[in-house]
C-alpha cells in the first residue's frame, strides 16, 4: 500500500511538473536556475504544535535549486529527538511548485520524501497544498507517516502575517489535525510568534500549543520558542 501510493505522488509531481513547464514555455518564461537557503536556530523544534527535538535546541537548514518561477527542488535537515526512537536527524528532499494568480496570490504545491536516522521509524511522504492571498494563508497536508505510528494525518490551517511596531512582524496560525489512529483524537494546533529582522538575522519568540495536550506525554504541551535565522 505504502509503495502504490509513492508512486501515486511521484506521478502526480510529474504531471503537475509537465504541465508547468508547458505553460511556462507559452509564457516565454526562461529558467533563472538561482540557488537559495537559509540557515536557523531554534531553542525548542516544534511541528504543527508536537515537539521533534524533546524540548531541545535544534539547528536547521534548507537548500533550494530554482528551475524558474514555478519550480524549484532541495533538501531540509534538522537535527530530532524521540523517546524510545533512533531517530535523531531527519532530511526531506523537496519539490515545489507554485502557480500564481496575480501578484499577490498564488498555490503552493509542496512534496517531501521525508528520511529520518538512524532508525527510520518516522519515515514518510508529505504533500501539500499552500493557498495565499495577501498577508492570508490557507493551507492542507498530509503526512503518510504521522508521529512514526504508520497512520496518515491531515492538516488544514489558516494563517496570517501582520506588520506591527513599524517592522515587527505578527504570524498566527490554527490548525486542525486528523490522524488515523484509534488512540489519538483530532485535535488543534495553534502558534504565534512576533519577530523582527536586525541587520541579515531574523529574530522571533513564538508560542506554540495543542487543544489535547494529554494524549501526547508532554510533546503537545505550551511551549516557548526563540529563534533566529537568515537566508544564505
Known sequence: MKRLSMRRYIAFIIILISSLRAFAAEGNTSPTFQLSGDVSLL?????????QSD??????????????????????????NFENSDDHFNLRMNADIKVSFSSSTHLIITYAK?????????NGDLLGGHFHFGD?????????NWEGTESRSSRYAFGKVTTVFGSWKWDNEAGYNTPDVDAINPYFDARTGLGTKWGVIFVEGALTGTSE???FNGAGDFFFILSASTEL
Not at 43 to 51: A, F, I, M, Q, T
Not at 114 to 122: L, P, W
Not at 136 to 144: A, E, G
Open 136 to 144: 492570508y494563508r490557507i493551507l492542507y497536508d498530509n503526512n503518510s
Open 55 to 80: 524540548k531541545s535546541p535544534a539547528l536547521q537548514g534548507s537548500f533550494w535549486f530554482n528551475f524558474g518561477p514555478q519550480f524549484r527542488l532541495g533538501l531540509w535537515g534538522s537535527n530530532t
Open 213 to 215: 495536550s494529554s494524549q
Open 114 to 122: 521525508s528520511q529520518y536516522y538512524n532508525g527510520g521509524e518516522h
Open 43 to 51: 531553542s525548542h523544534y516544534v511541528e504543527y504544535g508536537l515537539s
